[in-house]
């Protein structure tokens, strides 16, 4: 089984390739902005141009498509580029290569942004993308569904929360690391259960080696997915504390103080958008993929050892 795979370079890339690796009869092919990457130690790696052009001389059975810039605005178009004309562009190449299944890695910042409302977004929920980065990807999730619609091509669109796993940069990789210097913490907002959806790497590349092995999972859908339960930041927190031994501080604030931080608008904004609420309904992938999901303690504890043995 030929595997195409944008940006696995990338973050979510990295781990995704290494664990791909496990699995047997499957040959992986990279595509990347330059035709030699090093860390990725392989020798099936283009460029985009060798894409575009048909220079690659096998058929994909699968194309996933991971490459992405990774921040919420701009004031150039750089987004729409990395983001919207690159699906294009890709879409248009698979042709060549006979590829008949297709999965993008979209976001769940579709739905919005982070709130003080205890909301679980569906996949039927309204899409009201607020950042350059989530309009984009909108926008690339429907030129997907257009551009197969009614053709013998098959796809999947995953939306994804905060994604958590090892080499992360995100603000989670962050705190885990204030954490692991038991450095005190203060958190907001936890008494009122602001709820968040969290994603491990590791679920991550249980999904796709679910793909892979059951290729009639990809089926024109799109998912939320997501680690088994959403929890506040706070509990999020106290889990990997727990875990790493660490004996750090975290300080919840009482209700009465964030009230107070709330009314300066930075800061509120601020606050917000870390600790507030940005939960998904992931019912539905775990209904049709029939598969064991970890939840986020038992993804903790596979990031805690993978460090490990690193």
Not at 127 to 156: C, G, M, N
């Amino acid at each position: 089984m030929n595997i195409a795979i944008s940006g696995a370079n990338g973050f979510i890339g990295r781990n995704l390739k290494s664990s791909l690796k496990d699995i047997k009869n499957i040959n992986l092919i990279f595509i990347s902005r330059e035709s030699t990457y090093t860390s990725l130690e392989d020798s099936n790696i283009y460029s985009y141009e060798d894409l575009y052009q048909g220079s690659i001389n096998t058929n994909f059975d699968l194309f996933i498509h991971l490459a992405s810039p990774n921040y919420d605005y701009c004031k150039d178009h750089s987004l729409q580029k990395g983001i919207v004309d690159l699906t294009q562009s890709i879409l248009k190449s698979l042709k060549q290569y006979n590829c008949k299944k297709f999965i993008f890695f979209s976001t769940c910042k579709v739905y919005g942004e982070s709130s003080l409302s205890n909301i679980a977004y569906t996949e039927l929920s309204d899409l009201k993308p607020v950042s350059d980065y989530a309009k984009a990807k909108a926008e690339a999730e429907q030129i997907i569904r257009t551009a197969f619609y009614d053709k013998d091509i098959s796809h999947l669109i995953y939306r994804l929360p905060f994604v958590y796993g090892y080499g992360m940069k995100s603000n989670i990789g962050k705190l885990f690391k204030i954490i692991d210097k038991s450095i005190p913490m203060i958190t907001f907002g936890s008494n009122n259960g602001l709820k968040k959806s969290f994603l491990s790497t590791e679920n991550i590349n249980r999904i796709i080696s679910y793909n892979i092995k059951n290729p009639s999972s990809v089926n024109n859908q799109t998912y939320n997915i997501s680690d088994t339960e959403s929890l506040t930041l706070d509990a999020f927190l106290k889990e990997y504390k727990k875990q790493v031994h660490s004996r750090a501080p975290i300080i919840r604030m009482p209700i009465v103080i964030d009230n107070l931080f709330f009314t300066v608008p930075l800061l509120r904004n601020l606050i917000i958008k870390i600790f507030g609420s940005f939960e998904i309904d992931n019912s539905k992938i775990k209904r049709d993929f029939k598969e064991v999901f970890l939840s986020s303690s038992q993804a903790i504890n596979k990031l805690i050892l993978g460090k490990i043995e690193r």
